[in-house]
């Protein structure tokens, strides 16, 4: 695709199409005036986390040792 129609070289991060530099994306969750510093006030971080692990490849019973 032509550079010319890829004014910032990239596909955007929220719509199947190319960015036109909007800048959308970086735009608070929270607060629509803020734009986005990182905080993780949106992300509701704990100080744990637990995961649940379906499998881990290569441990299936033909190479137990
Ligand atoms: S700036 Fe706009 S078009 Fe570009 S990635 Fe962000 S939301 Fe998408």
Same mark, same amino acid.
């Given at each position: 695709?032509? $550079?010319?129609?890829?004014?910032? +070289?990239?596909?955007?991060?929220?719509?199947?199409? $190319?960015? /036109? +530099?909007?800048? $959308?994306? $970086?735009?608070?969750?929270?607060?629509?005036?803020?734009?986005?510093?990182?905080? +993780?006030?949106?992300?509701?971080?704990?100080?744990?986390?637990? /995961?649940? /692990?379906? +499998? /881990?490849?290569?441990?299936?019973?033909?190479?137990?040792?």
């Amino acid at each position: 695709m032509a $550079e010319e129609k890829r004014p910032h +070289g990239q596909m955007c991060v929220l719509y199947d199409r $190319e960015c /036109i +530099g909007c800048m $959308e994306c $970086e735009t608070c969750d929270l607060d629509p005036n803020k734009i986005c510093d990182n905080c +993780g006030k949106c992300l509701d971080i704990r100080d744990y986390a637990a /995961i649940k /692990i379906d +499998g /881990i490849v290569g441990l299936d019973g033909n190479n137990k040792k």
